[in-house]
């Protein structure tokens, strides 16, 4: 996991942030951890971005910037985030996520041993009202869309929201929602679920070029 130093190392080399290009901003700061294509990298706990709609990217991105996210003492990771974000300005926000939504989505690794068949019930009982049945999300909910994460990111978020760690500040508006829904969850029925997001993500490819593939 990056330390704080290498958190701040990485703002000095990039200079100052504002009145930049997002996609430079993207490559000179954000590629470090989550990768040249935005495609993740799991040793750091970095997702996936590729894809990701930016009416989410940037609820998320200024949740960070805010401190209503990456806050809590035991958020290791969501602290690296939280350190960025907060050097970003609300522009470069906007602009970042929108940049991060033309991007080509990664596709999801199914967690082994995993039931993607119990884990779709689940899903419909429980997460679809929400996240819709192709888990492409809702943005007059502001519920994630759930494809273009990373797998093993989905799970260790669903375990954050279990334990508190990520939904409790009291300023944050959707992370109790999920907390609600997240403490009834064990760790066999998180991987199952983790397994059915990825058949939806075949299903129903997220990201612009599904979304235009799905028109057609
Ligand atoms: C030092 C490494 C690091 C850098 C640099 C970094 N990130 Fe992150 N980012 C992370 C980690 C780790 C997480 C996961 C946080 C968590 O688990 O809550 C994350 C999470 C995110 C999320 C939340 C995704 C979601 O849906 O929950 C967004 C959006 C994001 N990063 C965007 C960016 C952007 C844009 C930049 C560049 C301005 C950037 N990141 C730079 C490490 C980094
Ligand atoms: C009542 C509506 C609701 C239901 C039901 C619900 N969610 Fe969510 N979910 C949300 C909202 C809203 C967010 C955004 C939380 C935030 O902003 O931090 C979210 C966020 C998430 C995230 C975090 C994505 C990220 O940014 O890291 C995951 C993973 C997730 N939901 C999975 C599920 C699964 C799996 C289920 C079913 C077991 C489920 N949700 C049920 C509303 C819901």
Not at 4 to 33: H, I, M, W, Y
Not at 121 to 139: S, T, V, W
Not at 168 to 179: F, I, N
């Amino acid at each position: 996991m990056p330390s704080r130093l290498s958190v701040l190392l990485v703002l000095c080399l990039a200079g100052p942030l504002a009145g930049q290009e997002p996609e430079s901003v993207f490559t000179a700061v954000c590629a470090k951890c989550h990768g040249a294509s935005a495609e993740g990298n799991a040793q750091i706990m970095a997702p996936s971005l590729a894809g990701l709609p930016h009416w989410y990217g940037s609820l998320q991105l200024n949740k960070f910037r805010d401190g209503v996210r990456g806050k809590h003492h035991a958020d290791l990771t969501g602290a690296q985030m939280q350190a960025i974000a907060a050097t970003l300005t609300p522009e470069l926000v906007t602009a970042i996520a929108s940049h991060l939504e033309t991007l080509q989505p990664v596709p999801i690794l199914t967690p082994p041993g995993a039931d993607p068949r119990r884990g779709g019930e689940l899903y419909d009982e429980i997460c679809a009202k929400c996240h819709r049945f192709n888990g492409q999300g809702e943005r007059a909910f502001r519920s994630a869309p759930l494809t273009t994460l990373s797998g093993w990111y989905l799970a260790a978020s669903l375990r954050k929201f279990r334990e508190g760690v990520r939904g409790s500040h009291g300023a944050d508006l959707e992370g109790p929602k999920m907390r609600e829904i997240a403490v009834r969850l064990g760790d066999r029925e998180i991987n199952d679920l983790v397994a059915y997001i990825a058949l939806l993500a075949e299903r129903y490819p997220p990201g612009e070029s599904g979304r235009k593939r799905a028109a057609q």
